[in-house]
């Protein structure tokens, strides 16, 4: 892409996420604000793990974004006999009795690991290294994944019976824990009429693995003013119990609060949020308006929380 300066670039990815925006909500309705926090974590170069109930249109949402990006796509449904090496690919003996490596199915640019959580953790951590590394060692042998790499995971919170609950660390690599509710009854309406026919809507290529590659490069340049930056770091301190930037919330509800990851993309957030709104540095309303997604997963509730029934977010909003 040809920009005469960042301003007329940053410029440039909002009118394409607007753009994008229009193509996806052909056939994605009500979804306005999980589209907006998938098109953040791709254009910031992070993986996304969306919670819903069933027939919420994860996978479709997934889908969809893929066909209007133009990359490559795959789904891996993720069952308690999946093996790490359907995931990753193995190696095979040739015709010519040489040892071949056999791509699996993460060698794509998107990623949809369907209900994450029903697999054991050993096949779980066979996406540990491809979304941090972007690469998947076999024996002795790295092999490099295509560029751009998301990881968008989905989980059912309803159903637990048989299901293994993601580690931290792996949680930790998600950069947001997005949670999809039912839509409101307007939205329904429309989605159920615009399901129930035979037409289905033409879907264009808005950007290429080029485009985003360039654009996640610019996210990065966005400056940020010291006092964002600190707003960001402070409020991931505030979330760490028995430290001394630690609130009586946390104190009182949590039992781990979150790492240096979450300020990372408490910042990196905040800048595609405020690119996304034309704006050329973020503030620290940019910074609240991902922080939900961004530490909902990365603090941990202690037993008074689960007794008294509080939730991650009302913490949240609380530190806010």
């Not at 791709?42 to 133009?70: E, F, Q, R, W």
């Not at 990753?88 to 056999?102: A, C, D, M, V």
């Not at 309803?158 to 009854?185: H, K, V």
Request: proline share 5%; charged share 20%; with cysteine.
């Amino acid at each position: 892409m040809q920009y005469k300066s960042d301003a007329e670039a940053i410029d440039g990815l909002a009118a394409h996420v607007k753009q994008l925006k229009s193509e996806i909500s052909k056939v994605i309705v009500g979804q306005d604000e999980v589209v907006d926090l998938v098109l953040t974590s791709i254009m910031c170069d992070g993986h996304s793990l969306l919670v819903g109930v069933p027939g919420l249109a994860k996978t479709l949402l997934v889908k969809t974004i893929a066909d209007v990006l133009d990359l490559s796509f795959k789904r891996i449904q993720f069952t308690p006999d999946l093996m790490p090496s359907d995931i990753t690919g193995s190696e095979i003996l040739n015709e010519n009795r040489q040892f071949h490596f056999n791509r699996g199915p993460i060698f794509s640019h998107i990623i949809l690991a369907d209900e994450i959580n029903r697999t054991p953790p050993k096949t779980q951590a066979a996406l540990l290294e491809a979304m941090q590394e972007r690469s998947v060692t076999y024996g002795s042998n790295t092999h490099a994944l295509d560029k751009p790499f998301f990881v968008l995971a989905t989980q059912n919170p309803i159903e637990q019976e048989g299901t293994y609950p993601l580690p931290e660390a792996q949680l930790d690599r998600f950069m947001f824990n997005i949670i999809l509710t039912y839509l409101n009854f307007a939205d329904e309406v429309q989605m159920v009429k615009s399901t129930t026919t035979n037409v289905k809507p033409d879907m264009k290529k808005i950007l290429s693995a080029h485009d985003i590659l360039f654009y996640q490069q610019l996210v990065r340049k966005i400056p940020v003013a010291d006092n964002v930056l600190q707003y960001a770091v402070n409020l991931v301190h505030k979330t760490r119990p028995n430290t001394p930037a630690g609130t009586a919330e946390a104190n009182q509800y949590l039992q781990w609060g979150a790492g240096p990851r979450a300020s990372q993309f408490l910042v990196l957030g905040a800048k595609c949020h405020a690119a996304f709104s034309n704006k050329y540095s973020p503030d620290i309303e940019d910074v609240k308006a991902i922080a939900e997604p961004v530490l909902r997963h990365r603090i941990v509730r202690n037993y008074k929380a689960e007794a008294e029934g509080i939730e991650t977010d009302h913490i949240i909003k609380k530190l806010l």
